[in-house]
């Protein structure tokens, strides 16, 4: 884990509302994924500033026990033209604790992490956390992926 300020930056994608009680999470984030690869969604995006996906956790209700939204989009230039059944989000400029994790995204290598993140001592502020799927996370067996988590 590193510690970093990350500038104010804007994401267009598609997005759901979710919690993680239930395990309803674990079934509304792998149908928006399924969705957004089946329908090509990062190429309906205008004004990309390149090809890395953001998964956002934002607008919490209070923690991560409670609902939040959860978008999957791509990082833009300007938010102008927002496709139809897209939003948008500015994510502020915030501290952020960084993980980088490696291993196999088809075995739980994000929601491993995501576990241990919920069950450490950090001060998390819960506006808008973030994974990044980069170039590195395109061998979806040997994957880098960074979480990016918003602390006081």
């Known amino acids: 884990m590193s510690s970093q300020t990350i500038e104010k930056f804007c ?47 934002t607008d919490y209700e209070k923690d991560h026990t409670k609902p939040y939204t959860t978008i999957i989009g791509c990082k833009v230039s300007n938010s102008a033209s927002v496709p139809e059944g897209m939003i948008e989000k500015t994510i502020e400029q915030a501290a952020y604790a960084k993980y980088a994790v490696k291993g196999n995204i088809l075995q739980g290598l994000v929601f491993d992490a995501w576990v241990k993140i919920w069950n450490a001592d950090i001060q998390r502020a819960f506006t808008a956390d973030f994974e990044v799927y980069g170039e590195k996370a395109q061998n979806p067996e040997q994957a880098e992926v960074d979480i990016f988590i918003a602390v006081k």
């Open 11 to 57: 994401v267009v994608g598609i997005s759901v509302r979710t919690t993680n009680e239930n395990g309803q999470s674990g079934k509304d984030i792998p149908e928006l994924w399924n969705r957004f690869m089946t329908e090509n969604i990062s190429e309906k995006i205008p004004n990309k500033t390149g090809n890395a996906v953001y998964v956002i956790y």
